[in-house]
């Protein structure tokens, strides 16, 4: 059962700091040199440490661990589903540059410091557990199909075992995994540690994709049809799709509630990563993470209740 008031609470939250980025963009607080510096940060230091957080705050049973892995392999499906849907999707979109970039945002979400408060609003702290499982096939998929998409048409765009196994995802899933296979117990101060960092990752996150939208001209963002109809289909349509689709093959509730949840994520913060490495339309980029971070405060309560409820039937 979805605790609806405990969900608007932390959409309220999470709209809160997408304010407060805004503010501190505008003021010239949070300006490019600091926004991309935090994302470093973001992507180095912190998502590690909630990964890793995450295995850790749950006990080892023969149960968990099997739960966990039908996790993980509901997450590779899913994103399997999701790559079919996100290249379908950005077909219409004409610009090639942009058309990568959509179709890399609509099937990676912000399942950490977005997905990771919501799923906790509502599995409480195993929500935890499941995505830090989930995150395993994120960055499995990311740094393979994700990154054959962005380079569509490019050379210097290459795809390298060592790319895919050792990265700032791979390796604390890994090291979370054996700590939570083992079972060894940690110090109260590294869980305090983990826990201290792992806690950064929201904040930081919102408050950058705030402050990017700030940097955008406002009429030239509202006036891109192609950022609210990607919003739309990473939000609301195909997600809804997804959990019917799971209701079908007959999955378990609590797998269509987490798998529908994980899909109605807005576009990840790491779209604006690659789009500036890569010199993809990094303005698009930013205004399609930082505009489907502020419509997600809008869409994802009806979005996860008719998830619900599709679960239930």
């Not at 304010?19 to 963009?25: D, K, L, N, P, W």
């Not at 117990?185 to 869980?191: H, L």
Request: hydrophobic share 55%; charged share 10%.
């Amino acid at each position: 059962m979805i605790e609806i008031t405990m969900l608007l609470s932390t959409v309220g939250t999470l709209a809160l700091l997408l304010a407060t980025g805004f503010a501190g963009g505008k003021l010239k607080i949070l300006d490019e040199t600091v926004t991309e510096k935090i994302s470093v940060v973001v992507i180095k230091i912190v998502q590690p440490f909630l990964i890793i957080n995450s295995f850790i705050g749950c006990e080892f049973s023969p149960e968990n661990l099997s739960t966990g892995l039908w996790i993980l392999l509901l997450g590779l499906g899913l994103h399997g589903v999701l790559a079919a849907s996100a290249f379908l999707l950005a077909k219409p979109i004409r610009d090639m540059d942009e058309r990568k970039i959509s179709e890399f945002a609509m099937l990676f979400g912000n399942s950490a410091f977005v997905g990771f408060p919501i799923l906790e609003s509502i599995f409480g702290k195993t929500g935890l557990f499941y995505g830090a499982f989930f995150l395993a096939s994120f960055h499995l998929v990311m740094w393979t199909w994700g990154i054959m998409i962005l380079a569509r048409g490019r050379k210097d765009i290459k795809i390298t075992p060592r790319s895919i196994f050792i990265n700032w995802g791979t390796i604390p899933c890994v090291i979370g995994f054996v700590l939570f296979v083992t079972g060894l117990k940690m110090p109260s101060f590294i869980t305090s540690f983990t826990g201290y960092l792992a806690a950064l990752g929201t904040p930081l996150s919102l408050l950058v994709a705030g402050a990017n939208i700030a940097r955008v001209k406002l009429r030239k963002l509202f006036a891109n049809p192609h950022i609210y109809y990607v919003s739309a289909m990473k939000m609301v349509v195909v997600p809804l799709a997804t959990a019917l689709l799971m209701r079908l093959i007959g999955l378990p509730e609590y797998m269509i509630l987490f798998g529908g949840v994980m899909a109605a994520m807005p576009c990840a913060s790491v779209v604006t990563m690659f789009s500036e490495v890569y010199k993809l339309s990094p303005g698009y980029a930013g205004g399609l993470v930082g505009t489907s971070t502020v419509l997600c405060t809008l869409t994802i309560i009806p979005v996860v209740t008719l998830i619900g409820m599709i679960a239930a039937i």
